[in-house]
């Protein structure tokens, strides 16, 4: 049976098996797939917020970033496979960011996304009978996506706190509100 496997320049190498493929023109940075197309996005897009990505150990991300950046200088180790180099692909753009190339938070990660506003959408479900409750999880669930936006913004283009905090808080009025209620009493 024949496997293929994207090469260099969007070029398919065929390979007899998985362990034979050749991978002196593999480009781990080409898209795995057609990103011109709807589909091609989405796979993409699975693929690097896979929540299971969530539960690899930090050893093993180390491990793929150390594949990825061996493979981006065309040093792989000897008998490496061309499954083994895109799941440390997946683990590296699911857990390392883009711009910085930092280990991101694991509960700032895209991947965390699902899983953890599911198990907030469900808090704020189940405690929506008391005003104190629905603010609390108003406040969790807009922190939550602060966090994660944070974690995944650009890089390259730094924003001071000064200029993310009004944002933040413009979701959050209950620190608002016991800040005022603080200062005001005696």
Same mark, same amino acid.
């Given at each position: 049976?024949?496997?293929?496997?994207?090469?260099?320049?969007?070029?398919?190498?065929?390979?007899?098996?998985?362990?034979?493929?050749?991978?002196?023109?593999?480009?781990?940075?080409?898209?795995?797939?057609?990103?011109?197309?709807?589909?091609?996005?989405?796979?993409?897009?699975?693929?690097?917020?896979?929540?299971?990505?969530?539960?690899? /150990?930090?050893?093993?991300? +180390?491990?793929?970033?150390? &594949?990825?950046?061996?493979? !981006? #200088?065309?040093?792989?180790?000897? $008998?490496?496979?061309?499954?083994?180099?895109?799941?440390?692909?997946?683990?590296?753009? /699911?857990?390392?960011?883009? +711009?910085?190339?930092?280990? &991101?938070?694991?509960?700032? !990660? #895209?991947?965390?996304?699902?899983? $953890?506003?599911?198990?907030?959408?469900?808090?704020?479900?189940?405690?929506?009978?008391?005003?104190?409750?629905v603010i609390f999880w108003q406040w969790v669930n807009q922190s939550f996506n602060a966090l994660v936006n944070y974690t995944n913004r650009n890089a390259a283009s730094p924003i001071s706190v000064?200029?993310?905090?009004?944002?933040?808080?413009?979701?959050?009025?209950?620190?608002?509100?016991?800040?005022?209620?603080?200062?005001?009493?005696?």
């Amino acid at each position: 049976m024949m496997y293929p496997v994207r090469g260099t320049e969007g070029s398919t190498v065929l390979c007899v098996n998985k362990m034979e493929a050749d991978l002196t023109g593999f480009n781990i940075d080409a898209p795995r797939w057609d990103q011109r197309t709807f589909l091609g996005r989405v796979k993409h897009f699975l693929n690097i917020t896979d929540p299971r990505t969530v539960f690899v /150990s930090e050893q093993e991300l +180390d491990w793929a970033k150390m &594949m990825v950046e061996k493979s !981006r #200088m065309g040093v792989v180790p000897q $008998g490496t496979q061309v499954e083994q180099l895109l799941y440390a692909k997946k683990l590296y753009d /699911s857990a390392f960011h883009p +711009d910085t190339g930092e280990k &991101m938070n694991v509960i700032g !990660r #895209m991947s965390f996304q699902l899983p $953890g506003g599911m198990i907030i959408t469900g808090f704020m479900l189940q405690f929506y009978r008391t005003m104190p409750a629905v603010i609390f999880w108003q406040w969790v669930n807009q922190s939550f996506n602060a966090l994660v936006n944070y974690t995944n913004r650009n890089a390259a283009s730094p924003i001071s706190v000064r200029k993310r905090r009004p944002w933040w808080a413009a979701g959050c009025p209950l620190p608002l509100w016991l800040r005022l209620t603080v200062s005001i009493s005696p």
